[in-house]
Structures are given as C-alpha cells and as structure tokens.
Nanobody
Framework: QVHLVESGGGLVRPGDSLRLTCTAS?????MAWFRQAPGKERVFVGG????????EYSDSAKGRFKVSRDIAKNTMYLQMNFLTPEDTAVYYC?????????????????WGQGTQVNVSS
C-alpha cells in the first residue's frame, strides 16, 4: 500500500502560478495528477515515470503545466502557470506500480485525498 498526500492548493487569481506537491509513503513506479471540477468527471492532467522522468500531459496542460519529481523524497510536483478559472478543481495525486504513464484512471492503484485549487478574480 502506498499512501499519497497532496499539498499546495489554494485560492489564486487568473494568470497566477501555483505548485502542488504529492508525497508518497514509499516508491511508486509512476505518479500522476488528475483533477475533478464540480459536477464533472475526474480527468488526467499529467504524469511521470519516476525512474527516468518521462512525462505525459493532457492537451489542456501542455505548455502551461509541468510535472517533475524528486526520487529521493518519493515526491512529485505539478507546476501550474497562467491559471484560469477553468483550472478550478480538486487535484488528486495517483500512483501506480506499472511503468506506463497513462491517463486512464483504472491504471492507478493508489490515490490521495485531493487538494483544492480555486482560480478566481
């Protein structure tokens, strides 16, 4: 079992940046960020293979968001830039024992409790 804890959410203004952190209790081969806006499904944002740093992103995240990791700390980060109100959601961290970085929710074995991000003027 891998326990995941997210942090870094909050209220920001449009155009601002925010960095989320996810710390795992032990190593997961792949980690990813998903988000769920009110009344909508949980969707993939970006993920990373911890071994070599290979990343994948959703179309909405490309160019604005960056996923990175610190292997020694079993930690993954999500740097979010140029935030818009459409980025408002609960952001979840997910972990997998597999090495494939995928946007499929079913591929992830472990989930954090989520951290709220609100983008509003």
């Amino acid at each position: 079992q891998v326990h995941l804890v997210e942090s870094g959410g909050g209220l920001v203004r449009p155009g601002d940046s925010l960095r989320l952190t996810c710390t795992a209790s032990r190593h997961a081969r792949t980690m990813a960020w998903f988000r769920q806006a009110p009344g909508k499904e949980r969707v993939f944002v970006g993920g990373i293979r911890m071994r070599d740093g290979t990343t994948e992103y959703s179309d909405s995240a490309k160019g604005r968001f960056k996923v990175s990791r610190d292997i020694a700390k079993n930690t993954m980060y999500l740097q979010m830039n140029f935030l818009t109100p459409e980025d408002t959601a609960v952001y979840y961290c997910a972990g997998s024992a597999d090495v494939i970085v995928t946007g499929a929710l079913s591929a992830y074995d472990y989930w954090g409790q989520g951290t709220q991000v609100n983008v509003s003027s």
